[in-house]
Structure formats: C-alpha cells, structure tokens
C-alpha cells in the first residue's frame, strides 16, 4: 500500500525555522519526483516546490523562494522541507505528493497533511 | 504565478451533469496539455481524477470527464452523485517551471 506520511509540523513563531519531514513506503520512492503543496485553513491548495529524483534540480513557488529549501535522502525513502524566516501567512496543512520521474505532474499520490501554525 | 480561475461553486442535481471551468493564460493552460483536476473532501487529502486533460487514473469513474479549448480547461462530472459532493481544483504547469492551481470550485449536489 502507497503510504506518505507527513511530520514536523506545530506552532512557530515568525521569524522562526521549522523541517517538515515526508516518509514514504509502498512504492520506489526513486522512481517518482517529490512536491510539497499547503493549504491554507479554508483555503485552496498551492503548490510550494518540487524537486526530481536525484534532487539535482528544484523548483520553487515565489512566495517561498529564498526562505523555503527541499531535500530529499533516497536511501531513507524521506523527502524534507526546511523552512525559515516563517510568516504568518505560512500558516498552512502542508502535503507532500509524487508525481511520474519524467514529469513535473500530474500529483498521483498524496501524504494527510501535517499543519504548521505560525504565531506569536 | 497568479491562480488559476475557477467559479467559486456549481450545484446540480442527483443524475445531472455539471462542468467545471479553469480559466488560465497562453503560459500554462494554452502552453501545455499538462491540466489536471483534484477532488478533495473536507479534512481529507486531494485525490487525483484526471490528468493530461483528458486522461483518467486506473479506478476514477468514467463519469468524470476532462477537455481544453484554448485557455481555458473543463471538467464535467456526469450523472452526479452524493459522494461527488467535494471541493475541486485544477492544475497545470506553467512557462516558469511551476505548478499553478486553481482557486477551487465547491461542487453541491441538490
């Protein structure tokens, strides 16, 4: 079964630094390009950034580009996102999903989230 | 890369069918037949339910259907049913090498 679980996530204030962690199983994780996509609370989706297999070229939203860095270790079957210089506008679910090693879509599989609150 | 646009929410009734458009620009949506749709239930995860345009994944019903004329895509679910009743959001990849989504479409079934 194609499990993505999210983790990291909580509350941080801004101007603080957080890493979220995505952990896949039941599948070839280095077959598949990673993306992490948030969703603001009753918000629609927007994705934030993907990266290939070997991670030797990733791709950033703008309003992230410069605070927000992806990773992924293929040997751990574990995609990463660190955050920094959070805002509160970074408040957000923050899903990580898969999409075909040749293409930068479509998003076939997804994780359940994992929230990230940016407060004071 | 500014959203996507699609009508804040369609209603329809039970056996109807409804369409869904996307509306974007010559630099995603015109530029690649790269469009996909999601359907998301409250509190659950987006589920993919065709991409490529036109294409569904193994499992998702024939009933969901995609198209693009120009810039601007469509989706149109057939015989609407009560579990059809979600949030639903379109997707295409853009000149600059980013993904853009739209603003989400409330589906009602009446």
């Known amino acids: 079964e194609v499990q993505l679980e999210e983790s990291g996530g909580g509350l941080v204030q801004p101007g603080g630094s957080l890493r979220l962690s995505c952990a896949a199983s039941?599948?070839?994780?280095?077959?598949?390009?990673m993306h992490w996509v948030r969703q603001a609370p009753g918000k629609g989706l927007v994705w934030v950034s993907g990266t290939v297999i070997n991670g030797d070229t990733t791709n950033y939203a703008g309003s992230v580009k410069g605070r927000f860095t992806m990773s992924r270790d293929n040997a751990k079957n574990t995609v990463f996102l660190q955050m920094s210089s959070l805002r509160d506008e970074d408040t957000a679910v923050y899903y990580c999903?898969?999409?075909?090693?040749?293409?930068?879509?479509?998003?076939?599989?997804w994780g359940q989230g994992t929230l990230v609150t940016v407060s004071s | 890369q500014s959203a996507l646009t699609q009508p804040a929410s369609v209603s329809g009734s039970l056996g109807q069918s409804i369409t869904i458009s996307c509306s974007g620009t010559?630099?995603?949506?015109?530029?690649?037949?790269?469009v996909s749709w999601y359907q998301q239930h409250p509190g659950k995860a987006p589920k993919l339910m065709v991409f490529g345009v036109t294409e569904r994944p193994s499992g998702v019903s024939n009933r969901f259907s995609g198209s693009k004329s120009g810039n601007t895509a469509s989706l149109t679910i057939s015989g609407l049913q009560a579990d059809d009743e979600a949030d639903y959001y379109c997707?295409?990849?853009?000149?600059?090498?980013?993904?853009?989504f739209g603003g989400g479409t409330r589906v009602t079934v009446l």
């Open positions: 010559a630099s995603d949506v015109g530029r690649y037949d790269l």
């Open positions: 999903a898969t999409s075909p090693s040749n293409s930068w879509t479509p998003f076939e599989y």
């Open positions: 039941g599948f070839t994780f280095t077959s598949y390009r």
């Open positions: 997707k295409s990849y853009t000149t600059t090498a980013a993904l853009v």
